[in-house]
Structures are given as C-alpha cells and as structure tokens.
C-alpha cells in the first residue's frame, strides 16, 4: 500500500448523514465488476450523481467542477453504515479519493477503509462543519491531513486533533498490509524455523504433513463411497 503521512488535496464538503454503502456503491453494479481491472470508481454515489436517463445531477457537489478533483471528502454522521460491502471503498479509492473527515463512520465500513489504506478521520460535528463551512466558502480548497501529528489543517489554517489507534497508525505510515506486516517478522519465524527442526527432527515436515493430510482425506473419502 501506499504510505499515509501528510497528505495536502482539494478537499469535497458532501453535508449529508447516514450516507450508507448502497448509497456509495449501489449493489446492481457488483456483478459488472468480476475482472481485476475493473475499475469501481464511475459507481460511486452513481444514484446520487446521475438522474434515470444516466446524466450527471449539477447540484451533487462531485458533479461540480471545483470539486471534480478531489481526494478528501468531509462528510456528517454515521458515514458508511449499513451494510459491510467493500466494494464501497473501492469505489472511492478508484474515485481518488484517500481520506474522509466524518463524525462518526459505520464500524465494518472504518475497519475496510484501514484496510485498503484509506484514513478515515473522526472529529466532532461543530469541527466538520467548519471544515465544510471553509470548502463551501472556496471552493476547490484543500485541505492538509498529517498523520504522523494527528491533525488536520483547514483551508484557513486552523488544526483539528484526531485520534487513532497506534496499530492503525503505524500501518498506514509505513503502508503495511497484512501481509507486510507478517514479513517484517521473516528472519524470526525462519530463526525458529531453523531451530525447531534442530530440536525436534523426528517431527514430520510441513510439507510431510501437508501431504499426510491430504492422504487421509483421500483415504475418508473412497472409505465414505463404500
């Protein structure tokens, strides 16, 4: 992933909550999208953003084109409830964006977005919408998340504190996944490795006992067709 530590773009002001994941990846479309290269990104919000005959609606601030660029959105309340579809952080990663500013965020929809390397930022509800009050006064503004100090600058320069788990922080700086992190700790599990085979080699393999495995499943089997 790519690492998260001070990330300075034009900033969207969507004053809307309970904004849930239909609402951000409308669940019809799942099946258009089967293919790695598939992008998610022209669903987002798509009945929001588009009437019935598919033309874009002037009034969704997305549509707008100081808007058109950006890459944090600061939303109200509850943002992301409902359902615990990834498909809606995809969407907004393939739409640019890399963070989003809301009170508070449905909890699955938080854990996802950490997990595909998005910062989800929770301040108040007055600092939100001083946020969105300066993003509407400007539009096309930006806005500076730092990381590392755990505050957000607003467009006139003021900084709102966040908090965040250390685990949580400490991935996104480095951009670490999962698997990432299992890696920082390979030249110990090898050591141990290395050493359990030393004092236990009567101890089938891993591979031996793979194998074993999958023999005696065969073996189940043929006895279960009997």
């Not at 995809?90 to 965020?105: C, Q």
């Not at 999962?178 to 110990?188: A, G, H, M, N």
């Not at 393999?205 to 279960?224: A, F, K, P, V």
Request: a neutral charge.
């Amino acid at each position: 992933m790519t690492p998260f530590t001070r990330f300075t773009a034009v900033a969207a002001p969507l004053e809307m909550s309970n904004i849930d994941t239909d609402k951000l990846f409308p669940s019809r479309f799942g099946k258009k999208l089967r293919t790695p290269t598939a992008s998610y990104g022209p669903y987002l919000f798509y009945d929001m953003r588009y009437d019935a005959q598919g033309r874009p609606i002037p009034d969704f601030v997305l549509n707008q084109a100081a808007y058109g660029d950006a890459s944090i959105l600061v939303a109200g309340e509850n943002f992301g409830c409902g359902s615990s579809r990834e498909a809606a952080v995809y969407a907004l990663i393939d739409s640019g964006f890399r963070a989003v500013i809301a009170p508070s965020f449905g909890d699955i929809h938080y854990a996802n977005q950490l997990q595909n390397g998005m910062l989800p930022v929770i301040l108040s509800a007055k600092a939100c919408r001083d946020l969105q009050q300066q993003l509407r006064s400007g539009p096309g503004s930006t806005l500076t998340i730092d990381l590392a100090a755990q505050i957000v600058f607003g467009s006139n320069g003021d900084g709102y504190t966040f908090d965040i788990d250390p685990n949580h922080k400490e991935r996104l700086l480095k951009g670490l996944d999962e698997i990432d992190l299992v890696l920082q700790f390979k030249p110990d599990i090898e050591a141990f490795e290395r050493r359990y085979r030393a004092e236990m080699p009567w101890l089938p393999s891993r591979r031996q006992s793979i194998e074993t495995s999958r023999s005696s499943r065969i073996t189940l089997g043929d006895s279960g067709n009997s």
